[in-house]
C-alpha cells in the first residue's frame, strides 16, 4: 500500500474525528429545543440533498451492487444509533457511551470469523488501552464502575456491535464501490428510515426551527456530508481496526470542545483517558512483534 495514501487516509479519519467531537457540544444544544428523531430525521435528509447535488463528484453511474451495499451500511447505522438511542432509556449515559466506545475492540474480533484476519497482538493491545482511556473519560472511575448489568447496557452493547460491522464492511465495500455514491445511498438509507419514524410519531417533517437552524446546517455539514465522504474513500487505505482506535480521539475532541466552548470542567481522569487514547494509537501503529526467525 502506498505510505503517502495510507498518511492522507489517517489524517482524514482524524478530521471524522473532530468534526464529530466538535459538534457533540452543538447536537446537545440543539436537542434542548426538538425532538432526537425529528433532529436526526432533519440532519441525514438535508445532508442527503447537500450530497446529491454535488453530483458531479462522481462521473460513475449508480450500480445495483453500490445501491445494495450503500443500503446495508445505511441499514447498520440506522440500527446503531437506534439502540444507543434505547440503551439511554434504560441505562446512564456514561455506560452508554462507554459501551458504544467499545466497537473498537469489536472491529478486530469480528474481523477474525467474518473475514478471516488474523488477530494482530498491536491491535489488541491498542483497543484495549483505547478501552481504558475512553472507560476513564465516561467518568465511570469516579463514580465506582458498572453496577449490575441492565437491559439498557446490553442494548449499548448491540449498538457499539452494530458500528463495528459498518466500520468493517465499509473497509469491504470502499474498495469495490464508488465513494460518492457510496455515501449518497447510506444517507438517503438513514434519512428516510429516520424521515418515516418522525412522521409515524406525529413530527412535522419539514418544520422550520430557527432555534436549530445553525446547528442542523452545521451538524448536516460537517458531522454527515463530510464525515461519510471521507470515510468512504479513505477506508481503501485504512484498515477496519485502525479506523475504529482513530474514532476513538472522538471523547477527546468532544471534551476539549466542551471545555473551550461550553465551560465544562475537564479533570485529571479525562486528561489520563485522553493520554490512554492516544497510547493505544501510537502502540497500534508502531509496535511491530518480532517475528520468530529475527529472534
Same mark, same amino acid.
Given at each position: ?107 478486530? !474480533? ?56 459498518? !466500520? ?128
Amino acid at each position: 500500500m502506498n505510505s503517502n495514501k495510507r498518511i492522507v487516509g489517517v489524517g482524514g479519519l482524524v478530521l471524522v474525528a473532530f468534526f464529530w467531537g466538535m459538534t457533540f457540544t452543538v447536537i446537545k444544544g440543539a436537542l434542548d429545543d426538538v425532538a432526537v428523531s425529528l433532529f436526526l430525521a432533519q440532519r441525514f435528509l438535508l445532508a442527503f440533498l447537500i450530497l446529491l447535488l454535488a453530483r458531479p463528484l462522481s462521473h460513475q453511474p449508480l450500480d445495483i451492487y453500490t445501491l445494495g451495499r450503500g443500503g446495508l451500511l445505511g441499514l447498520q447505522v440506522v440500527a446503531g444509533y437506534a439502540l444507543q438511542t434505547v440503551a439511554l432509556l434504560h441505562t446512564t449515559a456514561s455506560n452508554t457511551a462507554f459501551l458504544t466506545g467499545l466497537n473498537v475492540v469489536w472491529v478486530p !474480533i469480528l474481523a477474525v470469523p467474518l473475514f478471516k484476519r488474523r488477530l494482530e497482538p498491536a491491535k489488541a493491545v491498542g483497543a484495549l488501552l483505547s478501552v481504558g482511556g475512553i472507560y476513564l473519560m465516561c467518568g465511570l472511575m469516579g463514580k465506582g464502575g458498572f453496577g449490575p448489568v441492565n437491559r439498557g447496557d446490553t442494548y449499548a452493547l448491540a449498538c457499539a456491535v452494530f458500528f463495528a460491522l459498518h !466500520i468493517l464492511y465499509t473497509g469491504r465495500y470502499a474498495a469495490r464501490c464508488d465513494s460518492y455514491w457510496l455515501a449518497v445511498v447510506q444517507l438517503g438509507t438513514i434519512g428516510g428510515i429516520f424521515g418515516v419514524t418522525a412522521l409515524v410519531k406525529g413530527y412535522p417533517l419539514f418544520s422550520w426551527n430557527p432555534k436549530i437552524a445553525g446547528a442542523l446546517i452545521l451538524c448536516s455539514f460537517f458531522a454527515t456530508v463530510l464525515p461519510f465522504l471521507i470515510q468512504t474513500i479513505v477506508q481503501k487505505w485504512v484498515s477496519p481496526s485502525d479506523t475504529a482506535l482513530i474514532f476513538c480521539l472522538e471523547p477527546v475532541f468532544a471534551a476539549l470542545f466542551a471545555w473551550g466552548l461550553a465551560g465544562e470542567a475537564m479533570g485529571r481522569m479525562e486528561f489520563w483517558g485522553a493520554g490512554l487514547i492516544l497510547t493505544g494509537m501510537v502502540v497500534s501503529e508502531t509496535w511491530k512483534p518480532r517475528k520468530k526467525s529475527d529472534q
